[in-house]
């Protein structure tokens, strides 16, 4: 069971206080994670800047806010189930790994560092350009872009569905031969052939 530090502030109000964090603010609490980033840990949160969220398209965090499901599902892909401090994470990516964490949305993000002497923190390709803001229930990495889980599709399911639509080939027939001769027209030539007959009289004998 992990011990929550009490002289601290929790992630939300703590974010609150930084003051960068308002529209952040504002998809937490419309996702419904107000009470989750209060009470429960350890987390670390992956906090896009309002700045990021104002370079998203236009139109993107509107539609975000009218479907519920979507913005749950984005804020959530924004928190692991663990606490990974800086140096942790530092740890996880040397030697130039680029490890994978699961997220509370369900799918993964990508740990990677850029650089030799100061190494540089990506969530994936987000830059965290404050790491280690410490929280009574986890801690915070401020980045410079919201992140977006990829469309899932299970390959699986998609050939399984493409099976089950694919309309029938039709069969082909190849009309049988038939092994019977066919009639043939035979044409008789017939040879006419004279026959002379030779009548031999017997000799007349005078008595």
Do not use: C
Not at 28 to 55: I, S
Not at 123 to 129: E, L, P, S, T
Not at 173 to 181: G, H, Q, R
């Amino acid at each position: 069971m992990t011990t929550i530090n009490q002289q601290m502030s929790n992630i939300l109000d703590t974010a609150k206080s930084i003051g960068d964090f308002k529209m952040l603010m504002r998809v937490v609490e419309a996702a419904g994670l107000e009470d989750t980033l209060k009470t429960q840990g350890p987390f670390t949160v992956f906090a896009p800047t309002d700045e990021a969220f104002r370079n998203l398209p236009t139109g993107q965090l509107d539609e975000w806010l009218r479907d519920p499901s979507k913005l749950r599902s984005i804020v959530t892909y924004h928190i692991v189930d663990r606490k990974i401090t800086e140096n942790e994470f530092h740890r996880l990516t040397a030697d130039k790994r680029t490890p994978t964490v699961p997220t509370m949305q369900g799918t993964s993000v990508m740990l990677k560092t850029h650089g030799t002497l100061s190494k540089t923190m990506f969530v994936n390709d987000a830059k965290v350009i404050k790491a280690d803001i410490e929280t009574s229930n986890g801690v915070i990495h401020i980045i410079d872009r919201v992140l977006e889980p990829a469309p899932t599709t299970p390959a699986a399911t998609t050939q399984q569905v493409k099976s089950e639509t694919a309309a029938p080939t039709p069969e082909t027939t190849t009309p049988s031969v038939s092994t019977t001769p066919a009639p043939q027209t035979t044409t008789r030539n017939e040879s006419t052939t004279t026959t002379t007959t030779t009548t031999t009289n017997p000799p007349n004998t005078t008595s």
